[in-house]
């Protein structure tokens, strides 16, 4: 067992506080991202799950062990960070035994069987033999990759491992990381800001922003779900749309809704209240249909992959849209917005309300 519990921590560097306490657990065998822009804590936090960093309150359990105050060596975690420390005078197969050398319950016999596993798995067999400083930045980043991992520790921690890697070598690395993931169930957590990169490799992300973790679970419930404004907007190419609304007479009226929705009677009383719809779910049609409010579109539709990406303006609001069909009119032309109301988010001061 390596659930990892993190019990109220928090990290302060002088007045600034970095992690703002934390409390939550990633279960053992799955692979967690943690996922937030840049300057969050991620690494922060990362640092402190490692052991290199002491949190300013609060512990960390590993399987049940209180491992605040151990330093990193005694705490049995792989890692990989952006710039893995890498050994340019030893081959690609003694980096990744590295780490197991000066561990006593593993053989060489062991040794070599795991070395091999895991060349295996990242599709590097051939380049047991080379070294480190022949290899291009994407395939350093997989030894780095199975050094982490070939020791078998029960909890490895990765730091944006793919920053530094080209693009299509980015891909590779993914793909063989999600093997590697799939083939030893160890305990992981990934930071990335990278949405994409967390919707392919995590069991659960944990979007964090400001130093708190907003949301904790699986891809498609933090896609489809947000219980927050910023994870709406965070996530999703482009992120989810928020329009104004306000509440009348129990009732909440905005310049996307054609007819007013019953308001919750336990909606906060005076809160801001916002309406979010995903760019994907705003139906734009050529005519007036059931539900529908005129548009101007004002922006030119870009094709991508299929789809078309465009806005439209409701007097002063703007609405992203992502369609399958060209739009219907031209630059500054007339159309029809409607969504299905089953589609439509409430925010009340910037946290998703359900009644
Ligand atoms: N040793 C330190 N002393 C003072 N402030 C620090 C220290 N380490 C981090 N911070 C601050 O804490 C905040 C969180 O930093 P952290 O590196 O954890 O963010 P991050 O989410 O990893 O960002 P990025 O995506 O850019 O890597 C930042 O504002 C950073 O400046
Ligand atoms: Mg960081």
Known sequence: MAEIVIDHVTKRFGSFTAVDDIDMRFADGEVAC????????????M???????????????????DVTALPPRKRNVGMVFQYPVMYPTLSVA????????????????????RVDEVLDVLDIRPLAGAFIEDL???????????????????IVLFDEPTTNVEVNAKLQLIRAFKLVTQRLRQTIVYVTHDQTEAMTLADRIALMKSGRILQYDKPQVLYNEPTSEFGGWFLGNPGMNFVSARVEEGLVRSAILADPLPAPATLPRGAAITIGIRPERVRMTGEPVAGSVPAILVDQAIGIAGRYLTRARIGETEIKVNTERRPPAPLGGTVHLSVPRERLMLFADGTRFTA
């Open 34 to 45: 943690l996922l937030g822009p840049s300057g969050c804590g991620k690494t922060t936090l």
């Open 47 to 65: 640092r402190i799950l490692a052991g290199l960093e002491r949190p300013t309150s609060g512990r960390v359990l590993f399987g049940g062990r």
């Open 94 to 113: 003694e980096n990744i035994a590295l780490p197991m050398v000066h561990d006593r319950a593993v053989s060489a016999t062991e040794r070599r069987r």
């Open 136 to 154: 291009d930045s994407g395939t350093r980043q997989k030894v780095a990759v199975g050094r982490a991992v070939a020791r078998q520790s029960e």
